[in-house]
């Protein structure tokens, strides 16, 4: 089953993650056994027929939408994706510094997420990250010389778990003796453990980001609904919760987040609001 295979990954990547946070954490790693490629000529043939095993729902689904929405976008916009050439990825601590990098873009100083807190979430829990990598091809180099050789990030999805309903102050933290702390259970003192709790049952999806040159293009919305039917097809959570600014609601109410009203989440300056997305529901279907 999907969900077991996801386990045994999430397991060896964490093993993996944590060898690499201690050793060369700016170092860029890609595994090909790890991402989904989007192969822009199966695109229209796999949105039409019916997937016939848990795995074949999985990566047809993923393949539909970054594909099928490339290919309709580049069909109005003539050539504004052909060097992209993207595929999915679950990040690790090689991707840290193009995490950075991508947050440094897409947000203000005082809502990014540290290099620091980048390097515990992709050693805790970089099962629940995705990322969104352009690939150009040597014919597409050959055609622009402007266009670099190498793999980029694009766009990224970083989350933790929580046991929390919605995001808090505290799952949006991380344990300063993490490297050593070997239960993520609360210890004596704390009204809520801080970071990723492995036994929460929310995903708290703290960023969505998208490099500067490819905002407002759809990549956020493409990349958001690859990583919500990762989640649900797995069923390895109840919910996923997110905090969102104003301007940014009705984004996320496309996806089925509610609103939940205002947080008391004080990161950033605050006056973030709650918005859940619950799937519990069609888990049991």
Known sequence: MLQDALARQSHSQRENSRSEADTNPGEQKLDGEDFNVINHEDVEDIDDEEDETEQASYHSG??????????????????????????????????VDDCVKLEAEAFPANERCSKEKF????????????????????ADIEANKNLSPKHRLIAHISATRTPSRTVTDASMGFPPDWKTRRSSLPIAGEVEPQGH??????????????????????????????????????????RISLLAHGNLLKFYERFGFVDEGLSEVTFGGGRW???????????DD
């Open 273 to 283: 609001t709650s918005m859940v997305l619950e799937f519990s529901e069609q888990m």
């Open 119 to 138: 390097i515990y979430r992709l050693a805790s829990c970089p099962e629940l990250s995705l990322g969104l990598i352009s690939r150009p091809t040597l």
């Open 197 to 238: 709790q492995e036994q929460g049952g929310t995903i708290a999806l703290h960023s969505l980001a998208v490099v500067k040159e490819h905002q407002r293009k759809g990549l956020g919305t493409i990349l958001l609904k690859a990583y919500i039917e990762r989640i649900k097809s797995a069923k390895i959570a109840e």
């Open 62 to 95: 993923l393949v539909g939408l970054l594909g099928g929405r490339m290919m309709q976008r580049g069909r109005k916009t003539p050539g504004e994706f052909d060097h992209l050439h993207p595929f999915t990825q679950v990040l690790s601590i090689s991707n």
